[in-house]
């Protein structure tokens, strides 16, 4: 039986499942159990204020033995057909469940929610925006993911295609090696724009957040706005994000690049909280005291062997120029020496990344990255 979800009661429902389903992976990390709660919540994540969303839940005997999100984006349908979204697209996301047949059936009711909405096309796995947790685990499983990316069982991938779901879109984390130095052709451009006085890369100042973070989204919006996926960060989502984000940040690894003392370009940086959540955060989402203390210490004395670089962006009218390059690797290169010098880092992750997106994917290659994980964004007519 497949009922909708519309409670708290329902919600925490919702949301406990996902521990259970994987509490024998070693490689799942699990979130805190209050925010995720406040994820599904109308009111509690800004994604609601242009997004509409029905939560179902599988039981069997009385037992819940499934989850699916069904949602529409208001700013994902303005947005152009051409870029992935558009007129016409729904999404369903968080799908976890206990066997095939009860993935066939939430995804089928999931469907058939979107098309009483008038949706004709569905893209999935999206939990729940674009900007949270897009695509399907397909490669890497073997590792935890890092802060603020998915994970999901390998057999998921079959549930989806068997459902009759085409792949569309591919996105790539690169995972690096920072204790090395950059090829010798890309410390010469670095340095060659060290030298370039109409180049400042600044660290995030946090005496004035809210005005850098107001900096860092009119670029990303910009940046981004010609992206496949693309739909625009709110005012609301901007000052939501930056709050749940200030406790990880650190000024060193947030650069802003400036020319000619105009902010056009960054690069954010984020210690792998994902690492000490492993330990601290119980198998019901819900930390011990120790496990509070370690959360603690991480973000008060910062010492990961992991960062990850979720977000970063060039302005268009620079973009596929050598200017927008050169920042770039400056960017990472300051921040891979903090990571190193100050932090003790070792490992660094950058993206997601689009498969199309030949600029980021040529600069991945060049600091001799490696993909170490790939999602995959799913289609489907309804």
């Known amino acids: 039986m497949i009922t909708e979800v519309g409670d708290k009661q329902g919600r925490e429902a919702f949301v406990d499942l996902i521990y259970r389903l994987n509490a024998d992976d ?50 994902a349908l303005a947005q152009p057909a051409e870029q992935g979204m558009g007129p016409g ?20 009711r999931a469907e058939q929610w979107l098309r009483d909405q008038g949706m004709t096309r569905v893209l999935a796995p999206m939990t729940l925006s674009v900007w949270e947790e897009p695509g399907l685990l397909v490669k890497g499983h073997d590792h935890p993911p890092m802060v603020m990316m998915g994970h999901n069982p390998p057999h998921h991938q079959g549930w989806i295609e068997g459902a009759g779901y085409q ?4 996105l790539a984390t690169w995972d690096l090696d920072i204790t090395r130095q950059f090829p010798p052709l890309i410390q010469r451009i670095v340095q060659s724009g060290e030298k370039n006085e109409r180049i400042r890369i600044r660290d995030v100042d946090l005496k004035n957040f809210d005005r850098e973070v107001e900096i860092i989204c009119n670029i990303l919006n910009d940046a981004w706005s010609g992206n496949w996926g693309f739909v625009p960060f709110t005012q609301t989502e901007i000052a939501y994000t930056a709050k749940k984000m200030k406790p990880l940040v650190k000024p060193d690894l947030v650069r ?13 940086t984020l210690p792998d909280l994902n690492q000490v959540q492993l330990k601290a955060v119980g198998p019901k989402g819900k930390p011990s005291p120790l496990g509070w203390l370690r959360l603690g210490l991480f973000l008060l004395r910062t010492r990961p062997t992991g960062m990850r670089v979720p977000l970063m962006g060039v302005l268009q009218r620079l973009q596929s120029t050598r200017m927008a390059s050169q920042l770039a690797f400056m960017m990472i290169e300051t921040i891979r020496r903090a990571s190193v010098e100050r932090y003790g880092s070792t490992r660094g992750e950058i993206g997601w990344i689009l ?22 964004v799913y289609a489907k007519a309804l």
Not at 89 to 104: H, K, P, R, S
Not at 356 to 376: F, L, P, S, T, W
């Open 26 to 75: 070693p490689n799942f990390v699990p979130q805190l159990r209050s925010e995720e709660i406040e994820r599904y919540t109308p009111g509690g994540n800004p994604y609601f204020e242009h997004a509409r969303c029905q939560l179902f839940l599988a039981r069997r005997g009385g037992a819940v033995v499934g989850r699916i999100a069904a949602h529409i984006d208001e700013l």
């Open 89 to 108: 697209t729904g999404f369903w996301g968080a799908l976890q469940a206990e066997d095939a047949d009860v993935a066939a059936a939430l995804i089928a």
């Open 167 to 170: 792949g569309v879109k591919t």
């Open 256 to 268: 802003i690049a400036e020319y000619d003392g105009e902010p056009v370009a960054f690069m954010i």
């Open 355 to 376: 498969d199309d997106n030949q600029g980021m994917n040529a600069i991945a290659q060049a600091i001799e990255a490696k993909v170490n994980k790939e999602y995959r």
